[in-house]
C-alpha cells in the first residue's frame, strides 16, 4: 500500500512540476531535473504517508477483533456458568 500511495505522489509531482516548468518557458532540461528532484521528494513523502496509514488501519482492525471476539468469549463463558449453576 505504502509503495503505491508513494508511486500515485511522486508521479502526481512531477507530472504537476514538468507541466509548470513548460508553462513558465524553462529549458527542457532543467525543467525535467527540477521535476525528477520534485518527484523523488514526493515519493518519499508519500512512502512515509503510506506506511503511517497501514500501520494506523492494521491497528484498528486489530482492536475490532479483540474487540469483537471479547463479548463472544465472554458470552460463552456466562452460558456455561449460568448452566452449571443451575444443574447444581
Known amino acids: 500500500m505504502a ?6 505522489l511522486g508521479t502526481l ?4 512540476t514538468l ?3 513548460a508553462f513558465e518557458k524553462t529549458s527542457f532540461t532543467g525543467g525535467l531535473q527540477d521535476s525528477i528532484c520534485v ?5 518519499g513523502i508519500g ?5 503511517i496509514s497501514r500501520h494506523i488501519v492494521e491497528e484498528l482492525a486489530e482492536r475490532e477483533l479483540s ?3 471479547l463479548p463472544a468469549e465472554t ?3 456466562d452460558a456455561r456458568s449460568n448452566a452449571n449453576s443451575n444443574g447444581s
Open 3 to 8: 509503495l503505491q500511495y508513494a508511486f500515485r
Open 13 to 16: 509531482a512531477f507530472a504537476a
Open 19 to 21: 507541466i509548470r516548468s
Open 39 to 43: 518527484g523523488l521528494v514526493f515519493l
Open 47 to 51: 512512502f512515509a504517508i503510506g506506511e
Open 67 to 69: 474487540l469483537n471476539s
Open 75 to 77: 458470552g460463552v463463558m
